[in-house]
T-cell receptor
Framework: AQTVTQSQPEMSVQEAETVTLSCTYDTSESDYYLFWYKQPPSRQMILVIRQEAYKQQNATENRFSVNFQKAAKSFSLKISDSQLGDAAMYFCAYRRPNNNAGNMLTFGGGTRLMVKP | DTGVSQNPRHKITKRGQNVTFRCDPISEHNRLYWYRQTLGQGPEFLTYFQNEAQLEKSRLLSDRFSAERPKGSFSTLEIQRTEQGDSAMYLC?????????????FGAGTRLSVL
């Protein structure tokens, strides 16, 4: 079974600075998808960024980028120029390869990011 | 596109009572998922529908839990004889037909408190 581990329960960053959230996972598959979701307090979870395992290039979405190390099974999220609105719980998630078996997400335990003004 | 809608947002019930939650997915999304999230933890998969067919169920889904998706539109999750351990946020997500764009879109959840 796949597992996802986020070893940092809480992280803090100064506004405008850069922060990196860690995620490791365990799988025997060679093709899969990885995601970072953001869950603001009392609000719905939204997708931040996703990475296909077959792509060597790291995904980037504006201020958000990932460092995908397939051999090490590591998938960290870097947030540049942190903003107050980035404060939230961040979840790393894994999804099996595309098939008809549902593609449910396996989530890590989350990292609470605090942004200091 | 109004997003995934879940009702009610909050439910308080007494132990032993039955509760039912509703999820309205994004229109034309044929895949629908239920997850449970306890305080301070990541969501855990409960069950999955493709159209009206329930194709996967987690071992977390005890026989007190039942989910339906009649006509492949909205879905309901019922918990019978609630226990205090059922207290959690229940999240619904939907995703589109195209597998290449199989991103799951989440609702705001239903928070259940069992007294």
């Amino acid at each position: 079974a796949q597992t996802v581990t986020q070893s940092q329960p809480e992280m803090s960053v100064q506004e405008a600075e850069t922060v990196t959230l860690s995620c490791t996972y365990d799988t025997s598959e060679s093709d899969y998808y990885l995601f970072w979701y953001k869950q603001p307090p009392s609000r719905q979870m939204i997708l931040v960024i996703r990475q296909e395992a077959y792509k060597q290039q790291n995904a980037t979405e504006n201020r958000f980028s990932v460092n995908f190390q397939k051999a090490a099974k590591s998938f960290s999220l870097k947030i540049s120029d942190s903003q107050l609105g980035d404060a939230a719980m961040y979840f790393c998630a894994y999804r099996r390869p595309n098939n008809n078996a549902g593609n449910m997400l396996t989530f890590g335990g989350g990292t609470r990011l605090m942004v200091k003004p | 596109d109004t997003g995934v809608s879940q009702n009610p947002r909050h439910k308080i019930t007494k132990r032993g009572q039955n509760v039912t939650f509703r999820c309205d997915p994004i229109s034309e999304h044929n895949r629908l998922y239920w997850y449970r999230q306890t305080l301070g933890q990541g969501p855990e998969f409960l069950t999955y529908f493709q159209n009206e067919a329930q194709l996967e169920k987690s071992r977390l889904l005890s026989d007190r839990f039942s989910a339906e998706r009649p006509k492949g539109s909205f879905s309901t999750l019922e918990i019978q004889r609630t226990e205090q351990g059922d207290s959690a946020m229940y999240l619904c997500a939907s995703s589109p037909r195209q597998l290449a764009k199989n991103i799951q879109y989440f609702g705001a959840g239903t928070r259940l408190s069992v007294l």
